[in-house]
């Protein structure tokens, strides 16, 4: 089920959808080398086939690990021949030097239109010579949605799925196998195909009835209700957020218990993530940060270690003040930027650090604070349009950001009489 083209790409809209970066290299035909990374199963070897076979050049793939520099040779040797190959290369992360130095080359000439795959941070792993030529994607879980889709084409096509099988299954089962799979859709294909040839079909009917149970034992994730209404999983997490909004330990952890019982380890520390600088942050930002530290060991423990901490954070979080004074504060200043308000930055806080700009009068009039006694002293930093505009609303749930607002307020009103008198040059 591989797609043929980017119209048969499964999710990842933001990259291969009409209009989006990689469908407009693909359009004007102006492909550059790109590395994908993101989760195992999530679309980064489907992705390099579509480009392939959109644009008609030809197809490699290599791994990096495994494959030697003769390979690599093979294909230069062919874009040499053909004017341009596409090659895939799996595990990016770990080509070695020698390899390396030899693919820099093809790259600049254009031979070889290289996708990287790696399920690692590439500005982490990879070296700065690939990196720097390349641009850099991220590939993102599949939702239960875009699985279910491709699911439903594996179903019913004749040729490259499971269309020439006499099939029956039930919505609710696609739905569990999308949802059950954690955005993996190798992992969901290769569950449904398990099924399908693995449980007999009715002697009489000759149908093959896809039950729930038989999805259960081929993907090996039992199916469990969100609650007694049969809430979809979307719910649950919106549920898991809210109830540590509410500060609600017990329901957190509740939902926290339906999360990891789907293995959606990753949905997981990205919402908790979410919520420690959502929902608590300025009122106990050691929360916050610990929350963080939690999901990088749930993450390196994984499941069903990874509880450990992700439940030490829930607590923490539940039962700490709450401030969303944070997000309300960047979403105001980024609503007057998409309306347009701003105006020139002031010309006493323009760079003054290149020749000519004192003849512009770039910097001009600038105080350096940490030349007062107390490392401060008023001078406006805000456009003339938004002088006065004040973006951040401190609260006072817990003592520190009522420490925050207080120094908040001082430094504000300062700021506002002293520039009565002290004014910049213009």
Known sequence: MRPRDLSEVVGQQHLVAPGKIINRMVVSKQLSSMILYGPPGTGKTSIASAIAGST??????????TDSKKDLQAVAAEGKMSGTVILLLDEIHRLDKTKQDFLLPELESGRIVLIGATTENPYMTINPAIRSRCQIFEVTPLSPEDIKIALKRALTDPERGLGQ????????????????TNGDLRSALNGLELAAKSTPADPETGVITLKLTDLEESIQKKSFSHDKNGDAHYDVISAFQKSIRGSDTDAALHYLARLVTAGDLPIIMRRLMVIAYEDIGLANPAAAARAVT???????????????P??????????????????????AAMAD?????GGQVPRHLQDAHYAGAKKLGHGDGYQYPHDAANDWLPQQYLPDPLAQRQYYQPKANGKIETAFGEQYYRLKKAQQQGLKTIRPKK
């Not at 008609?56 to 690990?65: E, I, M, Q, T, V």
């Not at 999901?295 to 509880?307: H, K, M, V």
């Open 337 to 341: 930027v998409a309306a347009g308000k």
């Open 56 to 65: 008609k050049y030809a197809f490699r793939k290599l791994n990096a690990a």
């Open 310 to 331: 992700l439940a030490d954070a829930v607590i923490e979080l539940c039962i700490s003040p709450k401030s969303n004074s944070g997000i309300m504060a960047m979403d």
């Open 294 to 308: 939690a999901c990088q060991a749930a993450e390196r423990l994984g499941l069903p270690e990874a509880r450990i």
């Open 165 to 180: 099988l006499p099939l029956e299954i039930s919505d609710a089962t696609l739905t569990f196998v999308a949802q059950r």
